[in-house]
């Protein structure tokens, strides 16, 4: 399977605790992103990167998220001092281009107690 | 402020009848719109997709149409099948940004 794929796909942590998602992208994008989706939401854009470059943040990502992708390939998320607020599916998704189809990956689900 | 709005959370249709999913956008700058279907626990799947200097776009039963002048998209399913239920979000993009602005989603139920 070469689409996108993201780790852990559940994760329960207690409040105040330090979390860090994983994305693998199709291996041949250059273009990664990074989503929320809460209850009865569509997808919220956080990030963008372009190879190894963060070129977009939203107003969503405050100084609790980072996101790195330090080598253009896979691409982690962080959440530190997680709040229940933070209690959502992450996507990640990847594009050969800026305007094209992006293809998403099947999500971490984050539980914070 | 919502720029994408699915203005029905839900939709029930017959099974091989048509489905018709509406999405309407405020942004006229937006010029690239997407259609994903999701099933519960997993990520978006792309379905199909429309440039504003198209108004129909079509992919076997899926059919997309636009229309600029009242900033609205829908996408027909014919003919409806069972595996078609899932939840359909429509997104929308402008040339020069680098993300997508989804809308609420649509949920689909196609009964046998």
């Known amino acids: 399977d070469t689409g996108v794929s993201q780790d852990p796909r559940h994760k329960i942590t207690k409040r105040g605790q330090n979390v860090t998602f994983r994305c693998d992208p199709i291996s041949e994008h250059n273009r990664l992103y990074w989503y929320r989706q809460t209850l009865g939401q569509g997808p919220e854009f956080l990030t963008y990167?372009?190879?190894?470059?963060?070129?977009?943040k939203s107003r969503l990502l405050s100084d609790r998220f980072s996101a790195e992708r330090p080598k253009g390939s896979f691409s982690t998320l962080e959440i530190q001092r997680t709040e229940q607020g933070d209690s959502a599916m992450y996507l990640c998704a990847s594009s050969l281009g800026t305007i094209e189809t992006q293809y998403f990956g099947p999500g971490t689900r984050l539980l914070v107690l | 402020d919502q720029q994408v709005k699915q203005n029905s959370p839900s939709l029930s249709v017959q099974e091989g009848r048509i489905s018709i999913l509406n999405c309407d956008y405020t942004?006229?700058?937006?010029?690239?719109f997407l259609w994903y279907k999701k099933y519960p626990a997993e990520g978006p799947t792309f379905l199909i997709s429309?440039?504003?200097?198209?108004d129909k776009n079509e992919d076997g039963r899926f059919t997309v149409f636009l229309n600029k002048s009242a900033k609205h998209l829908s996408l027909h399913i014919v003919p409806s099948q069972p595996g078609d239920s899932a939840v359909y979000f429509c997104?929308?993009?402008?040339?020069?940004?680098?993300?997508?602005?989804f809308g609420t989603g649509t949920r689909l139920k196609v009964l046998a």
């Open positions: 990167f372009q190879n190894e470059a963060q070129l977009e």
């Open positions: 997104a929308a993009s402008a040339t020069g940004t680098y993300k997508y602005i």
């Open positions: 429309i440039s504003s200097i198209k």
């Open positions: 942004n006229s700058m937006f010029d690239y």
